[in-house]
Nanobody, 120 residues
């Protein structure tokens, strides 16, 4: 059974930083498609960043401000220069299909999410 557990969310002021973590058990993330998504009530889940075997893609809204990385079966999302629009529930995901992108379709396993709130 694959289990993903996020942590590191919180409340920060605009311009601040946060580091999210996603601990994974039941699979090796080094060879998987790993992604971070943002869920805002009333909106579609948005792919923020993804990585597989060193290849990384970011959504345009976070490029240059967020960084995805992984070490020892934990996925990270370093978030800097945060804006109020970055607020939401951040969810990590793992995929084992052929396609590895920013669409939810690429992922089969999901965490419960961690809340990020950025105030202006």
């Amino acid at each position: 059974q694959v289990l993903l557990v996020e942590s590191g969310g919180g409340s920060v002021q605009a311009g601040g930083s946060l580091r999210l973590s996603c601990e994974v058990s039941g699979d090796r993330i080094a060879t998987a498609c790993m992604g971070w998504f943002r869920q805002v009530p009333g909106k579609e889940r948005e792919g923020i960043a993804r990585t597989r075997a060193g290849w990384i893609t970011y959504a345009g809204s976070v490029k240059g401000r967020f960084a995805i990385s992984n070490a020892k079966n934990t996925l990270y999302l370093e978030m800097t220069k945060l804006k109020p629009d970055d607020s939401g529930t951040y969810i990590c995901a793992l995929g084992r299909g052929g396609v590895c992108g920013l669409s939810s379709d690429s992922y089969q396993n999901w965490g419960q999410g961690t809340q990020v709130t950025v105030s202006s």
